[in-house]
T-cell receptor, first 114, second 110 residues
């Protein structure tokens, strides 16, 4: 158990809908990272927050947005969902701001868009 | 050319075999090199970490980096069925963004 929690574990929804994925980092970790994992693309970095501020963006679509709250938990919002958004979404946390620190991954949320 | 290339396998070996997993990368600015292991239905976990060329050993695992060839390897000695997982190389560049390979699925058969 990495200490990172993600809810929900599974999410099934329809095209065009909007969903929110939630992540609670390890106690004391200030950085939260979001990743998308699919069979064809592998594990893709989406976005990084440090202590409430956005630090880096990766391959995140404009339909997706995220935020980190004062209590350091983070939410990833996915809107106007398409079939291709079906994937595993992972949250990871680390103590510091740099990407070379070890990142601790949560168990993931499996999103299925029908 | 993708930033990080990794043969997806799958790779199937008998228990006790030596396993070699490899990645190549294109950007010479990459500075830190990691291997993550991901068991089925779990998140990845850090296995090995190095920032320089050469070898780093940890028990049955050896990580090797050749910056001149932009090539990294993970060797597993005396492989065990519990090593069956997907292995992902991960590389950090000057912007501190972590770029993952697609992962190699390894099965160690008893």
């Amino acid at each position: 158990d990495s200490g990172v929690t993600q809810t929900p574990k599974h999410l099934i929804t329809a095209t065009g809908q909007r969903v929110t994925l939630r992540c609670s980092p390890r106690s004391g970790d200030l950085s939260v990272y979001w990743y998308q994992q699919s069979l064809d693309q592998g594990l893709q970095f989406l976005i990084h927050y440090y202590n409430g501020e956005e630090r880096a963006k990766g391959n995140i679509l404009e339909r997706f947005s995220a935020q980190q709250f004062p209590d350091l938990h983070s939410e990833l919002n996915l809107s106007s969902l398409e079939l291709g958004d079906s994937a595993l979404y992972f949250c990871a946390s680390s103590p510091g701001i740099s990407g070379h620190n070890e990142q601790f991954f949560g168990p993931g949320t499996r999103l299925t868009v029908l | 050319q993708k930033e990080v290339e990794q043969d997806p396998g799958p790779l199937s070996v008998p228990e006790g075999a030596i396993v070699s997993l490899n990645c190549t990368y294109s950007n010479s600015a990459f500075q830190y090199f990691m291997w993550y292991r991901q068991y089925s239905r779990k998140g990845p976990e850090l296995l090995m970490y190095t920032y320089s060329s050469g070898n780093k050993e940890d028990g049955r695992f050896t990580a090797q980096v050749d910056k001149s060839s932009k090539y990294i390897s993970l060797f597993i000695r005396d492989s065990q069925p519990s090593d069956s997982a997907t292995y992902l190389c991960a590389i950090v560049g000057s912007n501190y963004k972590l770029t993952f390979g697609k992962g190699t699925l390894l099965t160690v058969n008893p």
